[in-house]
């Protein structure tokens, strides 16, 4: 199993989705549309596409990927704390997708340990405050 955590992986994550994008972040992916348990936390990134979306690409430990394309304007809520002593930044977003209500759960650090996300914690504020705007 190899881990993906280099920018080139990213890179090549995110244009899979065939689009621009802006903010791209490395995250901790949860689905809570069903229930909450270890088997749903993934890992992927996250970024904002240049047509009004929130692109998502995650992984779960046996390196599946899932592709999610939300249009910003079908958001419904967006929470978002900073974990105090570490920074982290946990990201609470609720939205229509493909005509179901779904919640997904995003844990985004300032910084990835081992790998070369250099811009990690300014594209995750710019990300969380773009998100905040269309909730």
């Not at 936390?41 to 939300?70: P, R, T, V, W």
């Not at 229509?96 to 995750?124: H, W």
Request: with cysteine; proline share 3%.
């Amino acid at each position: 199993m190899k881990l993906i955590l280099t920018k080139a992986d990213m890179i090549s994550a995110l244009d899979k989705f065939g689009v621009g994008y802006r903010c791209p972040v490395y995250a901790g992916v949860r689905n809570m549309t069903f229930f909450a348990s270890r088997s749903n936390q993934k890992f992927g990134y996250a970024a904002l596409s240049d047509n009004d979306s929130l692109i998502i690409a995650d992984y779960d430990m046996l390196m599946k990927e899932s592709l999610y394309e939300i249009p910003l304007l079908s958001i419904l809520s967006v929470k978002a704390k900073r974990m105090p002593i570490i920074g982290t930044n946990i990201v609470k977003l609720e939205f229509l997708y493909e005509g179901k209500k779904m919640r997904f759960d995003l844990t985004i650090s300032p910084k990835v340990i081992g790998s070369d996300f250099d811009e990690q914690g300014e594209n995750a504020e710019a990300l969380i405050n773009e998100l905040k705007y269309y909730a």
